[in-house]
């Protein structure tokens, strides 16, 4: 299953609405996962089956979607959320997406 | 809670083999999922496989000719040897542990990564 992200990157500002979409090549239902990316570190896990939020992550993170199209949206931008954000899908064996790198405008 | 840490070397040559481990600590190793997973600039993030600790094993398709993945319970480790290096598999090898929930997998929490260079 390949997946594919775009904008590949963006710029933002403190406070601005953040939307990333994920597409996958064939109906994986929900089974799609969030990640963030700090340069330097590891991936980090912010959302599992599209749309449930991980523990302690901020409410500002949300996802939706099923079968092939997914969002990923941050509600008002924080200066801590620049970052490159993943999806990764486990409908069959696991595929991460390119990514979005977020950065400032 | 949980902790990953991987170790290896940072630099092997061509057509040798890699040998990485990853050190689980704050939990137990049973009922453990333990996964590597690449992330070079040309390719990404990639999947390479994943261990149970009973030692049962699923690679990605285009590595599994050359991956192994093993386990130890007793030291709480699994284990990643990859042969037949070439420079494409220059990238920061992660350890994670892949947690089965119902029908959900998460790759949670990850090791901080290790460099490895295929160069002569």
């Known amino acids: 299953i390949q997946m594919t992200q775009s904008p590949s990157s963006l710029s933002a500002s403190v406070g601005d609405r953040v939307t990333i979409t994920c597409q996958a090549s064939?109906?994986?239902?929900?089974?799609l996962n969030w990640y963030q990316q700090k340069p330097g570190k590891a991936p980090k896990l912010l959302i599992s089956?599209?749309?449930n939020l991980e523990t302690g992550v901020p409410s500002r993170f949300s996802g939706s979607g099923s079968g092939t199209d997914f969002t990923f949206t941050i509600s008002s931008l924080q200066p801590e959320d620049i970052a490159t954000y993943y999806c990764q899908q486990f409908d069959t064996l696991f595929t991460f997406g390119p990514g979005t790198k977020v950065d400032f405008k | 809670q949980v902790r990953l840490q991987e170790s290896g070397p940072g630099l092997v040559k061509p057509s040798e083999t890699l040998s990485l481990t990853c050190i689980v600590s704050g939990g137990s190793i049973s009922n453990y999922y333990g996964s590597w997973i690449r992330q070079s600039p040309g390719k990404g993030l990639e999947w390479i496989g994943y261990i149970y600790y009973t030692g049962s094993t699923i690679y990605n398709p285009s590595l599994q000719s050359r991956a192994i993945i093993s386990v130890d319970t007793s030291k709480k480790q699994f284990f990643l040897r990859l042969t037949s290096l070439t420079a494409a598999d220059t990238a920061v090898y992660y350890c994670a542990r892949l947690r089965r929930h119902i029908s959900s997998w998460t790759f949670d929490p990850w090791g901080q990564g290790t460099l490895v260079t295929v160069s002569s």
């Open positions: 089956d599209a749309s």
């Open positions: 064939q109906d994986i239902s929900t089974y």
